[in-house]
């Protein structure tokens, strides 16, 4: 099973995006749900989690501009993305916190630029 992140592309300086990842129910209602990221050259990180109860957090780089949020009805993570800057350019990949190997998808790319 790997879970597929989509909603990726280009977008301006300051533009926003909204990136979705389904995942099976199985994997989804027990699991604290994550948003990870890995520019160029860089390591992959964590920018956003939920928990199944609804319990945020988010790393610092895009608090105020990121909201994670989950529909549990469709098994479906969300990352808002707004006041998106060159350094939010990465892939972006969703997964369970902590991560699950098999789980890892070819994730989404996020292009910011003008």
């Known amino acids: 099973v790997q879970l597929q992140a989509s909603g990726g592309g280009l977008v301006q300086p300051g533009g926003s995006l909204r990136l979705s990842c389904a995942a099976s129910?199985?994997?989804?209602?027990?699991?604290?749900m994550g948003w990870y990221r890995q520019a160029p050259g860089k390591q992959r990180e964590l920018v956003a989690s939920i928990s199944s109860g609804g319990r945020l957090n988010y790393a610092d780089s895009v608090k105020g501009r990121f909201t994670i949020s989950r529909d549990s009805a469709k098994n479906t993570v969300y990352l808002q993305m707004n006041s998106l800057k060159p350094g939010d350019a990465a892939v972006y990949f969703c997964?369970?916190?902590?991560?699950?190997?098999?789980?890892w998808g070819q994730g989404t790319k996020v292009t910011v630029s003008s």
């Open positions: 129910g199985s994997i989804f209602s027990v699991n604290v």
């Open positions: 997964n369970t916190v902590p991560h699950i190997f098999h789980y």
